[in-house]
């Protein structure tokens, strides 16, 4: 019965009472400009962009950019401008002119050409650049090479590679190909596995350190997973505590563990004298070195120096000296 009530009332507003028609809201026009004031900045875009586009673009609501319960949320004008023209409609020519900053790679093909990439990085920096992680993006290697955010990133999608370990190495292999190559030999770090990220290693937005590393150094990037190999040490091995990649290469390698050569090649590429032990060794016909018939050509002794200095790292024995224990 009190359905039946609201449904005679309702009707009675509709069609049987001026009065009710005057006191109901007046409903704006579509084809009417709405106030910039009480009118939500990206409804004024969407409904001409929506999922139809060649690049869809309302997934961006599914995403931090998107977050409408944020108020540090961009508006689509916050990053593309104003773009007052474009927003005006159709220019004497017929042809609607461009937002102010139009994001994508120079490759791409769309109505309108890309901005330059320092327009685009400007429009992100405006916000991004508190982040510390960004302090060194100036003069930074992807900044000097004139890459753009979106070169990398993707924002109108609920997924973005880049910022996924499983699959932000497919983005970076798109320019870095050798180090493509070197993750998939016998020896490598767990990347295309999905375990290990580039980023897990280099900073992409700039480092103080070489060749974009997270940390200020080789060795203070490799501690952070390799924490065992960090020491200190009683005795320690010189190359540790300089450099990682006097020894081993980074991306992937034929030789476990990640070993730029077997020994004893490798060890004889900095101890290149005799090795004078007086000590006889089981294989000593196998040759000689240095002119001492005492001792074995280690080129014939299986694994060679790590028969014995097997600490190659370090040693906290007190008879470690020689990395033996």
Not at 152 to 180: G, Y
Request: some cysteine; charged content about 20%; proline content about 7%.
């Amino acid at each position: 019965m009190n359905r039946l009530i609201k449904i005679i009332i309702l009707s009675g507003l509709f069609f049987g009472s001026a009065h009710a028609e005057s006191t109901l809201p007046t409903l704006a026009s579509p084809a009417a400009e709405p106030s910039a004031e009480v009118v939500d900045k990206d409804a004024v875009c969407t409904r001409c962009h929506d999922e139809n586009e060649n690049k869809p673009i309302l997934s961006i609501y599914q995403t931090p950019h998107g977050n409408r319960a944020d108020a540090r949320s961009p508006s689509c004008q916050s990053c593309h401008g104003e773009s007052a023209k474009h927003l005006g409609g159709a220019s004497t020519d017929g042809v609607r002119p461009p937002p102010d900053v139009i994001f994508g790679a120079k490759s791409t093909s769309a109505a309108y050409k890309p901005s330059d990439a320092k327009d685009q990085n400007v429009a992100c920096l405006s916000c991004h650049e508190k982040d510390p992680t960004r302090t060194h993006w100036q003069g930074g290697a992807h900044q000097v090479g004139d890459l753009a955010c979106t070169s990398c990133h993707v924002t109108h999608t609920a997924h973005d590679k880049i910022l996924d370990k499983r699959t932000q190495p497919e983005v970076c292999f798109n320019c870095h190909k050798e180090q493509r190559a070197q993750t998939r030999k016998f020896s490598h770090h767990p990347i295309v596995e999905g375990k290990v990220a580039c980023s897990d290693c280099h900073n992409p937005h700039g480092s103080a350190g070489p060749k974009l590393l997270a940390k200020n150094t080789v060795t203070e990037t490799c501690f952070t997973c390799h924490a065992e190999k960090r020491g200190p040490f009683l005795w320690e091995h010189q190359p540790v505590t300089e450099d990682c990649t006097y020894c081993h290469t980074p991306h992937g390698s034929n030789i476990t563990p990640l070993l730029n050569s077997r020994a004893p090649f490798l060890c004889s590429e900095c101890h290149d004298g005799p090795h004078r032990s007086t000590n006889p060794v089981a294989g000593n016909a196998a040759g000689t070195q240095g002119g001492l018939t005492s001792v074995p050509s280690e080129n014939f002794t299986g694994r060679a120096c790590l028969n014995c200095h097997s600490l190659v790292h370090g040693s906290n024995h007190p008879a470690g000296a020689l990395l033996q224990r």
